[in-house]
């Protein structure tokens, strides 16, 4: 999975030692020194981790302007802010994680570990896989075959033939490409849309 990162600062000892580790970590890496080049590519793009040097002049406004933004509230990069020893506050701008100048690669290793794991975790709960399966819905002693669009870990989108009332709770039944057993799961109606927007997402148990 290809993670990205960007760094703001012109600390270049720092830069030097975080797009190393960031490399070793598979995690890419572009390194800006403006604050107002780094929005322009943020507003364009997204990634995944943003690194900002709180010695920076402006980086102050850019990570309050990251906060207030509500284009980026949806998909805000995890955030880690450095900033000279002694700087107080660090834990107050909004970031997940936080170290002090100069980075030690140790320091560097840990932190940067750490985000990516978050980073993985969140993709996985939020990805959805897009299929085109079979699978049976059972109901209230009914039994119902549909087509199953997407899964994720915390659900599954099925469209059907026509609208359906389903209330309480559904039994799920289906088999993945190349398992030796089917699936089976207890879930509920989350939601639903008219079949041309294809989808009738289950929250699954």
Same mark, same amino acid.
């Given at each position: 999975?290809?993670?990205?990162?960007?760094?703001?600062?012109?600390?270049?000892?720092?830069?030097?030692?975080?797009?190393?580790?960031?490399?070793?970590?598979?995690?890419?890496?572009?390194?800006?020194?403006?604050?107002?080049?780094?929005? *322009?590519?943020?507003?364009? &793009?997204?990634?995944?981790? =943003? +690194?900002? %040097?709180?010695? $920076?002049?402006?980086?102050?406004?850019? /990570?309050?302007?990251?906060?207030?933004?509500?284009?980026?509230?949806?998909?805000?990069?995890?955030?880690?802010?450095?900033?000279?020893?002694?700087?107080?506050?660090?834990?107050?701008?909004?970031?997940?994680?936080?170290?002090?100048?100069?980075?030690?690669?140790?320091? *560097?290793?840990?932190?940067? &570990?750490?985000?990516?794991? =978050? +980073?993985? %975790?969140?993709? $996985?709960?939020?990805?959805?896989?897009? /299929?085109?399966?079979?699978?049976?819905?059972?109901?209230?002693?009914?039994?119902?075959?549909?087509?199953?669009?997407?899964?994720?870990?915390?659900?599954?989108?099925?469209?059907?033939?026509?609208?359906?009332?389903?209330?309480?709770?559904?039994?799920?039944?289906?088999?993945?490409?190349?398992?030796?057993?089917?699936?089976?799961?207890?879930?509920?109606?989350?939601?639903?849309?008219?079949?041309?927007?294809?989808?009738?997402?289950?929250?699954?148990?």
């Amino acid at each position: 999975m290809t993670l990205s990162s960007m760094v703001l600062s012109r600390d270049w000892q720092e830069v030097s030692v975080l797009e190393c580790i960031l490399g070793g970590l598979q995690i890419g890496v572009d390194i800006e020194s403006h604050p107002e080049r780094a929005w *322009a590519k943020l507003s364009k &793009s997204k990634v995944d981790a =943003l +690194i900002v %040097d709180c010695d $920076l002049k402006g980086a102050d406004s850019f /990570l309050r302007q990251l906060q207030e933004n509500s284009d980026h509230g949806s998909a805000l990069p995890v955030v880690i802010v450095s900033g000279s020893r002694g700087q107080h506050h660090l834990g107050e701008k909004g970031a997940v994680f936080t170290f002090e100048k100069p980075i030690s690669v140790e320091q *560097a290793v840990r932190t940067l &570990s750490a985000a990516r794991t =978050l +980073i993985l %975790d969140g993709r $996985l709960r939020y990805h959805r896989q897009v /299929l085109d399966l079979p699978v049976s819905l059972t109901y209230a002693k009914k039994r119902l075959q549909a087509r199953l669009v997407n899964l994720s870990q915390g659900g599954m989108g099925i469209q059907l033939n026509k609208p359906v009332e389903m209330r309480g709770p559904i039994k799920i039944l289906f088999e993945l490409p190349g398992a030796k057993h089917p699936v089976k799961a207890d879930a509920e109606i989350a939601w639903n849309r008219p079949v041309r927007q294809r989808g009738n997402p289950l929250r699954t148990n």
